[in-house]
């Protein structure tokens, strides 16, 4: 059964950094697609990042091009997203989660397994 576990939330002033992890447990881990989702106060959740399970191929809302960047580390069993230039839009609990088929990897209820969350604050 594998299991993610999220750390590296906190807060932040606008235009802060943090590096948030996401650690898996389980041998398979390297087979899996992994993808990060936020859900700010009030809203639904939505998509922010993805990589495939080689760690060639990322995907990422427009609304964090060019900032956050997406990563993995297989040999570790941990997944990362490191959130640069953070803005008060960016406040939200960010998720992450295993997508055990091959398919699109933006849409999350595709998704298998979530961890529980970590909260990012952004203060102005």
């Known amino acids: 059964q594998v299991q993610l576990v999220e750390s590296g939330g906190g807060l932040v002033q606008a235009g802060g950094s943090l590096r948030l992890s996401c650690a898996a447990s389980?041998?398979?881990?390297?087979?899996?697609?992994m993808g990060w989702f936020r859900q700010p106060p009030g809203k639904e959740r939505e998509f922010v990042a993805a990589?495939?399970?080689?760690?060639?191929?990322?995907y990422y809302a427009d609304s964090v091009k060019g900032r956050f960047t997406i990563s993995r580390d297989n040999a570790k069993n941990t997944v990362y997203l490191q959130v640069n230039n953070l803005k008060p839009e960016d406040t939200a609990v960010y998720y992450c989660?295993?997508?055990?088929?091959?398919?699109?990897?933006?849409?999350?209820?595709?998704?298998?397994?979530w961890g529980q969350g970590t909260q990012v604050t952004v203060s102005s």
């Open positions: 989660a295993a997508k055990f088929l091959l398919g699109e990897l933006v849409t999350g209820s595709r998704y298998d397994l």
């Open positions: 389980g041998r398979t881990f390297r087979r899996y697609a």
């Open positions: 990589i495939r399970w080689s760690g060639d191929t990322t």
